[in-house]
């Protein structure tokens, strides 16, 4: 069965380091996205790609988080500098092609602690 | 306030026992409404999918969703240990964007 692929699974790193965070959907999946889980709470979306394009990053903190997925089929979140806030679970999903009745299938997480 | 508020638990029930999840909203533009269940230390699976008022059944789990009162119910009857995870509501507008709950977490004891 097919399944999305993140790594690392765990990263801890000390604030104001840079960290980068790496995802590869579904294959034929045009839709990526990235969520933030802080423990006790539920994904927040932080960025939405259709193919290369992004589509929604309204929730992604652009001072320090940016994100690409530059030939439409892997991504990398990068964080720089990192903030003790940031620490948190990292999860990708991905749907076909990103409409409403489709499932978001989800990667296993990057749990990034930053000390 | 969240757009989506969920009980975090958490909630412990012994094997067989029905168990009952909810959730509210705020947002009545929502008409799409899910439930996720996340295994420790993985990420959230999609369990059920509903759109509009009334119950969904799927074997041993029965999704509710009452448009009036913003509420969203999730039952799972005769409960397994292999049960034991966090539950998500989630919802969403015509915009695709899902609006999560905190999630609850339960546990069924043997």
């Known amino acids: 069965e097919a399944e999305v692929a993140q790594s690392p699974r765990y990263k801890i790193t000390e604030k104001s380091q840079a960290v980068a965070f790496w995802c590869d959907p579904i294959?034929?999946?045009?839709?990526l996205y990235w969520y933030r889980q802080i423990l006790g709470q539920g994904p927040e979306l932080l960025v939405q790609f259709q193919d290369e394009s992004v589509v929604d990053d309204s929730q992604l903190p652009k001072d320090r988080f940016s994100a690409e997925r530059l030939k439409g089929v892997d991504s990398t979140l990068k964080i720089q500098p990192a903030e003790l806030g940031d620490s948190a679970m990292y999860l990708c999903?991905?749907?076909?092609?990103?409409?409403?009745?489709?499932?978001?299938?989800f990667g296993p997480g990057t749990r990034l602690l930053v000390l | 306030q969240k757009e989506v508020e969920q009980d975090p638990g958490p909630l412990s029930v012994p094997e067989g026992a029905i168990v009952s999840l909810n959730c509210t909203y705020s947002?009545?533009?929502?008409?799409?409404f899910m439930w996720y269940r996340q295994y420790s230390r993985k990420g959230p699976e999609l369990l059920m999918y509903t759109y509009s008022s009334g119950n969904k059944e799927d074997g041993r789990f029965t999704a509710q969703v009452d448009k009036s009162s913003k509420y969203i119910s999730l039952f799972i009857r005769d409960s397994q240990p292999s049960d034991s995870a966090t539950y998500l509501c989630?919802?969403?507008?015509?915009?695709?964007?899902?609006?999560f709950g905190a999630g609850t977490t339960v546990t069924v004891r043997a």
């Open positions: 989630a919802t969403t507008s015509n915009d695709y964007k899902l609006s």
């Open positions: 947002n009545s533009a929502f008409q799409y």
């Open positions: 294959s034929g999946h045009a839709t």
């Open positions: 999903a991905s749907s076909l092609r990103g409409t409403l009745q489709e499932t978001q299938y």
